[in-house]
C-alpha cells in the first residue's frame, strides 16, 4: 500500500501514477496517482495498456484526467458500434416500405463497421467497458483506493457483440450493393 502522498508545487492538474494489484482479487488492477514529478501521461498511459494487455477482469483508474481519457475512447467505440448495429437494423427493417430511406442507413452502417473494425476492434480497450453504476465496487478493496471517484473498468466478452454488428454491417452492405447496383443497371 502507498505512503502518505506529498504534493509537489505546480503539479496539480496531472499526476503521475502507480498500479497495484488488488489483494483480494488478483485479476484486478488499481492505478494510483503518485506525486513523485515524473512524466505522468506517459507513465500513466503505459500502466494502462499494461494492465488491459494483461486482460485484467477489473481495472480502476485514479488519475481523474487519465481516466476521463480512457472513458472517452471507450464511449467513441460504443457510439460506432451502437450506430452501425442501429443503423443496419433500421436500414433492413425499412427496406421493403421505403427502399430510397434504406439507402442511406446502409451507408451510415457500413461506414461506422468499417471505421470501427479498422480502429477499434483490436485495441484492448474495446474489450472493457465502464461500470457507471458502481455494480463492481465489490471486486475492488477500498482501503486501497487513494481517490473518491475513480474510473472502473469492466472486461466483458464481447464475442456475440462482434458477431451480430458484423453480421448485421455485412446484410446492409449486400443491401447497399445491390441498391447501388439496381440503380446503376436501371
Given amino acids: 500500500m502507498l505512503g502518505p502522498r506529498k504534493k509537489i508545487a505546480g503539479d496539480n492538474d ?5 498500479s497495484y494489484l488488488c489483494e483480494e482479487d488478483s485479476d484486478c488492477v488499481i492505478i494510483h496517482e503518485v506525486f513523485d514529478g515524473q512524466a505522468p501521461t506517459e507513465r500513466g498511459e503505459r500502466e494502462l495498456d499494461k494492465a488491459m494487455q ?3 477482469s477489473t481495472i480502476v483508474i485514479e488519475p481523474h484526467n487519465l481516466g476521463e481519457e480512457c472513458v472517452r475512447y471507450i464511449r467513441v467505440g460504443n457510439a460506432l458500434h451502437k450506430t452501425a448495429v442501429l443503423s443496419g437494423v433500421v436500414a433492413l427493417g425499412i427496406a421493403g416500405y421505403r427502399w430510397s ?3 442511406p442507413f446502409s451507408g451510415i452502417s457500413v461506414f461506422c463497421a468499417a471505421v470501427y473494425q479498422f480502429s477499434w476492434q483490436h485495441d484492448p480497450a474495446c474489450k472493457y467497458q465502464i461500470d457507471t453504476a458502481g455494480h463492481y465496487l465489490h471486486r475492488i478493496p477500498l482501503e486501497q483506493l487513494n481517490s473518491g471517484a475513480p474510473i472502473i473498468l ?3 466478452d ?6 451480430l454488428h458484423n453480421t448485421i454491417a455485412c446484410a446492409a452492405g449486400l443491401l447497399l450493393a445491390y441498391q447501388v447496383g439496381s440503380y446503376v443497371i436501371g
Avoid: I, M
Fill in 154 to 156: 469492466v472486461r466483458r
Fill in 101 to 103: 430511406w434504406s439507402l
Fill in 54 to 56: 494483461g486482460k485484467h
Fill in 158 to 163: 464481447d464475442r456475440v457483440r462482434k458477431k
Fill in 14 to 18: 496531472v499526476v503521475p501514477v502507480e
